[in-house]
């Protein structure tokens, strides 16, 4: 019998993506087939304090589904770097370009990559002066406010006003230092799905998240039980293949390996896609969107989680 593969699997951490990631390893732990591997979780607290200190010799790879800072922005991958343990998903430089929203634009922009118009000022910069729509005056209402580092929603606002905006910049402010501001359109919200490694990659069937309100918040996200995403998208062909080509594009861009969730805005009016961001360790349930995506396009969950152990242990021999 050939003997099983120990993956750690690791969750939690100090974000305020904690619970989500709880989710995610419970769903990897289950899926995980038992003939080939024998996983055992490793929750990190949300102080960041680890019950047991990770080593070379506890595993055979790590399969990390830690959500936001600290998770998904390189310093995890970093620390697994040294430790010399071969790992799921991006690497360090990956993983901190994603998460931080202006070096994530800026590498799209680097790539002639479209996104939607956007500023972003630091805390200091925003309390050093009084005229605020001086800040944002390349825009129009509505805008949508974010902390540069963070995901699954949180810590964003859609403001229509300079009361809502400067409202909106104090809620991101409790998140982050920076903050980026982006222009509103009125467009479907896409997702595609990227799995592979940095040569071969390959892009899944576009996705359509079912927005109800005026944005997909963080409680419709994870906390409503009713279905968020089509998949596949009802999208003329071109426009999906546009999708998957951005897509492998925009994984490249930021020197992607082994898995991530690119989101769009497609302004139908136009036929204009926009790239909102890419997420290199996005919710891993079996019911979340990357996961539905790929299984609509022929991989199945398991199928889904040893492809990127095996993607994991490639990197690691390369």
């Given at each position: ?264 805005l497609y302004e139908e009016d136009t ?48």
């Open positions: 019998m050939t003997e099983r593969l120990r993956v750690a699997v690791l969750a939690g951490g100090p974000s305020a993506e904690h619970q989500v990631s709880l989710q995610s390893a419970q769903a990897v732990l289950d899926a995980l087939p038992r003939s080939l591997y024998e996983p055992f979780p490793i929750i990190i607290d949300r102080h960041g304090g680890w019950p047991t200190e990770l080593r070379r010799d506890m595993a055979d790879v790590v399969f990390p589904v830690l959500h936001g800072p600290y998770g998904e922005d390189g310093v995890l991958q970093g620390h697994l770097e040294t430790l010399g343990l071969p790992y799921v998903g991006c690497g360090v430089l990956a993983s901190a370009v994603a998460m931080d929203k202006v070096a994530m634009r800026r590498a799209f922009l680097a790539e002639d990559l479209p996104v939607t118009p956007h500023v972003w000022f630091t805390e200091h910069e925003w309390r050093a002066t009084t005229d605020h729509r001086s800040v944002v005056k390349a825009l129009d209402w509505p805008m949508y406010v974010k902390p540069a580092n963070l995901g699954s929603s949180i810590g964003i606002s859609r403001v229509t006003s300079m009361e809502e905006l400067r409202a909106g910049v104090e809620l991101a402010f409790t998140y982050d230092r920076v903050v980026v501001v982006e222009q509103g359109v009125r467009a479907r919200e896409l997702i595609c799905g990227v799995l592979g490694g940095y040569d071969t990659p390959g892009a899944s069937v576009p996705g359509e998240l079912i927005v109800g309100g005026d944005w997909l918040d963080y409680e419709t996200k994870y906390l409503s039980p009713a279905d968020i995403a089509t998949i596949p998208a009802a999208l003329p062909e071109p426009v999906a293949e546009e999708v998957r080509e951005l897509s492998l594009r925009a994984f490249r861009a930021i020197g992607g390996y082994g898995l991530s969730r690119v989101d769009f036929g204009r896609l926009y790239l909102l961001e890419i997420n290199t360790m996005p919710g891993f349930t079996s019911c979340s969107v990357y996961a539905k995506a790929w299984a609509a396009s022929g991989v199945a969950y398991p199928d889904l989680l040893r492809r990127l152990i095996d993607l994991a242990l490639t990197r690691s021999r390369s």
